[in-house]
C-alpha cells in the first residue's frame, strides 16, 4: 500500500523542502508528524524540491503504507505547513518518478507603496511593467531549450534541456502580476531565473530578442538576476500526462 499526501505551506521560515542536519525544513517537520500518528518511521519522496523562502499550494508527496488520519497530521503540524489530502493509492506509487510535468507561479506586486498583506508573498516591484512585452518573453520559452543560462553555474545537473509546455504571464488583478510554467522538470533556481531576466526586459536591460536568444544554452552570466524566493509558489503535479495548465492561460 501507498498513500499521497498533497501539501500546502508557507515557505517563509523554512530552509527549503529537503532534510538538513540541524534546519527546519518541511520534510522534516511532515516526516516527524507522521512518524507519531503512523507508529513508524516514514520517509517522503516529493514531487518538486523546493528551495528556502519558497511556497506551496498543491505539493505532491507520497510515502510507503497506509495514509494517515488527516486530522491526526495536522494538529502535530506547525502553522506554516497543513496537509490538504492523504490518501491511499496504487501501491508503488512515486510522487517523483511517476510525476510527467510540475507546474510554478511567481508572483510580482508592482506599485510604489509597499505591500502588507503580500510582504513576503510576491516580488515587490516598484518600476513599471508591460504586461506585452513580459508575455512575447515567456512565448519564446516554450517547447524544447536549453536553459543553461537559467540555473547556477556550479550545479549537479548533467542535462540542461527542458521541455516547457506552458508558459505565460497574467495580471491577476491591477499590479499583480503573475508568471505562470510548466515543465517536464526543472533546474536549481530555474524559474526565478527566468523571471528575474524577464523583469529584466522589462526594465529595459534587455531585449526580447536577447531573451530569446538566452534559450539556446548561453552562459548563466548573460541573463538577469534571480528573482527572490519569496514570489515562488510550487502550483502543482501533473501525472500519467496530465497538464495543469493551458498552453495559453
Not at 488527516?70 to 490518501?87: F, K, R
Not at 531565473?193 to 530569446?212: E, S, Y
Request: with cysteine; glycine share 10%.
Amino acid at each position: 500500500m501507498t498513500a499521497k499526501l498533497t501539501i500546502e505551506y508557507d515557505g517563509t521560515d523554512f530552509s527549503g523542502w529537503a532534510l538538513q542536519p540541524g534546519k527546519r525544513t518541511i520534510q522534516g517537520e511532515l516526516e516527524s508528524a507522521l512518524a507519531v500518528v503512523l507508529r513508524r518511521p516514514v520517509a517522503l519522496t516529493v514531487a518538486g524540491r523546493t528551495d528556502g523562502g519558497v511556497h506551496a499550494w498543491a505539493q505532491i508527496a507520497s510515502h510507503e503504507g497506509g495514509a494517515a488520519a488527516l486530522d491526526g497530521v495536522n494538529a502535530l503540524l506547525p502553522p506554516d505547513v497543513t496537509v490538504v489530502a492523504s490518501e491511499n493509492v496504487a501501491d508503488g506509487f512515486d510522487a517523483r518518478r511517476d510525476c510527467t510535468s510540475r507546474a510554478y507561479c511567481y508572483r510580482v506586486l508592482a506599485r510604489s507603496a509597499r505591500p502588507a498583506l503580500d510582504r513576503g508573498r510576491a516580488l515587490h516591484w516598484t518600476y513599471a511593467l508591460d504586461l506585452q512585452t513580459l508575455q512575447e518573453c515567456a512565448a519564446f520559452v516554450v517547447g524544447v531549450h536549453d536553459f543553461t543560462a537559467f540555473t547556477p553555474t556550479e550545479t549537479y545537473h548533467v542535462r540542461f534541456d527542458r521541455e516547457v509546455y506552458a508558459a505565460y504571464w497574467r495580471e491577476r488583478e491591477e499590479g499583480l502580476f503573475e508568471f505562470w510554467i510548466e515543465a517536464d522538470s526543472f533546474m536549481r533556481h530555474m524559474n526565478r531565473a527566468l523571471a528575474g531576466t524577464m523583469l529584466a526586459v522589462a526594465r529595459g536591460r534587455l531585449t526580447v530578442a536577447q531573451f530569446a536568444r538566452l534559450l539556446d544554452g548561453a552562459p548563466r552570466a548573460e541573463a538577469g538576476p534571480t528573482a527572490p524566493a519569496h514570489g515562488l509558489y510550487f502550483a502543482g503535479a501533473g501525472y500519467r500526462g496530465e497538464r495543469l495548465l493551458s498552453p495559453r492561460g
